[in-house]
């Protein structure tokens, strides 16, 4: 395998670590048409929706940019964040409306189905592009690269 070449782990990696930020952009989506059509102050969402885009848009470019190029401290910083953080924000809400209602409660509009989808989607791009950053030839490989 060519050293410069990243191995199949970290190229899994980083389409995974992008579906996961596409995910949380098209999550985002469905849910700023949920609050337009709830009557949301638009001030709020707006503001909600900058730092939202500036979030993602950082991601994108921490992804493309530095862990798709084998940079070491990328790969942290995306498991610090995406990995902990982002996985805590993923399941808070449901489990936390879990303790509040049971299933049979379940609201089955096309909007809650795709949000579910949407959030599944999320959660495993994000939990398996973890475990594939740091696995053994994705170890190797960025040990090769120098830190920038």
């Excluded at 795709?114 to 740091?134: I, N, Y």
């Amino acid at each position: 395998m060519n050293p410069f070449q990243a191995p199949l782990t970290a190229r899994w990696a980083t389409m995974l670590w992008l579906l996961a930020v596409g995910a949380g952009v098209a999550e985002s989506v469905v849910g700023v048409v949920g609050a337009i059509k709830d009557g949301a102050p638009m001030p709020a969402l707006a503001a909600q929706v900058a730092v939202r885009a500036l979030l993602y848009g950082a991601l994108f470019v921490v992804i493309d940019r530095y862990f798709r190029h084998g940079v070491r401290w990328s790969r942290y910083l995306l498991a610090g964040l995406l990995g902990t953080v982002g996985v805590a924000s993923l399941v808070w809400g449901p489990i936390t409306w879990l303790l509040d209602h049971d299933l049979s409660s379940l609201d089955w509009t096309p909007s809650s189905v795709l949000t579910f989808a949407l959030r599944s989607v999320h959660l495993t791009a994000v939990l398996t592009a973890l475990a594939l950053s740091f696995h053994p030839q994705t170890n190797r490989w960025f040990q090769q690269h120098k830190t920038a």
